[in-house]
């Protein structure tokens, strides 16, 4: 089992930046590739980043490509999400995600991922 939990969101004008955490705690957190997801009111849940366990390689949605960028720290059990350029569409409630990282592909869609945490609420105000 891992567990997780999402820190750091709040309401930021656009334009504004914010840094989301997302704590692991249980498993080896190094044996997991983790990413970010994000759903607005109404709408399916969407891939927003993803890292592997080592860090070496990042993969983003095009809509947040540019803005955001995903990062790790494994001796601390946290990954981070640094936003910048945030518009309104971005407001969603995000949610820190974690699947084991074989040596095989990386699945993106949200029933790739195995653990979830509880999700943290961004605003973006116009």
């Known amino acids: 089992q891992v567990q997780l939990a999402e820190s750091g969101g709040g309401l930021v004008q656009a334009g504004g930046s914010l840094r989301l955490s997302c704590a692991a705690s249980?498993?080896?957190?190094?044996?997991?590739?983790t990413g970010w997801f994000r759903q607005a009111p109404g709408k399916e849940r969407e891939f927003v980043a993803a890292?592997?366990?080592?860090?070496?390689?990042?993969y983003y949605a095009d809509s947040v490509k540019g803005r955001f960028t995903i990062s790790r720290d494994n001796a601390k059990n946290t990954m981070y999400l640094q936003m910048t350029g945030l518009k309104p569409q971005d407001t969603a409630v995000y949610y820190c995600?974690?699947?084991?990282?074989?040596?095989?592909?990386?699945?993106?869609?949200?029933?790739?991922?195995?653990?979830w945490g509880q999700g943290t609420q961004v605003t973006v105000s116009a």
């Open positions: 890292i592997r366990r080592s860090g070496s390689s990042t």
């Open positions: 995600a974690a699947q084991f990282d074989s040596k095989y592909g990386l699945g993106l869609d949200p029933g790739s991922f195995d653990y």
């Open positions: 249980g498993r080896t957190f190094s044996s997991y590739a």
